[in-house]
């Protein structure tokens, strides 16, 4: 019932800037943390920035000063604007979730592609 969505990947050129976002629906009640991921070719899922209800923020050393996360409680939208992009960036990027419907449970999004050319 639950579904998270991505939205905002493509292609950008080195030095550049792209913003995320990510929405969820369904039955919710409300949104404990969010947070993005990412996954490049050949390579784990890894962390990249999440931010708390309390509105506190983490974030991986590689983006930490190039990207800012950023949530909207009234829509439950979330985003990640990126910029100084890199082509390390490059990578498929994930929305991730607790949500508490009638059970608290984490979720994923199906993700974004954000290449980023040299």
């Known amino acids: 019932q639950v579904q998270l969505v991505e939205s905002g990947g493509g292609l950008v050129q080195a030095g550049g800037s792209l913003t995320l976002s990510c929405g969820a629906s369904g039955d919710i009640r409300w949104i404990s943390k969010m947070g993005w991921y990412r996954q490049a070719p050949g390579k784990e899922r890894e962390f990249v920035a999440e931010i708390m209800s309390s509105g506190t923020t983490y974030y991986a050393d590689s983006v930490k000063g190039r990207f800012t996360i950023s949530r909207n409680n009234a829509d439950n939208t979330m985003s990640l604007q990126m910029t100084s992009l890199k082509s390390e960036d490059t990578a498929v990027y994930y929305c991730?979730?607790?949500?508490?419907?009638?059970?608290?449970?984490?979720?994923w999004g199906q993700g974004t592609q954000v290449t980023v050319s040299s």
């Open positions: 991730n979730a607790d949500i508490q419907t009638w059970v608290l449970a984490n979720y």
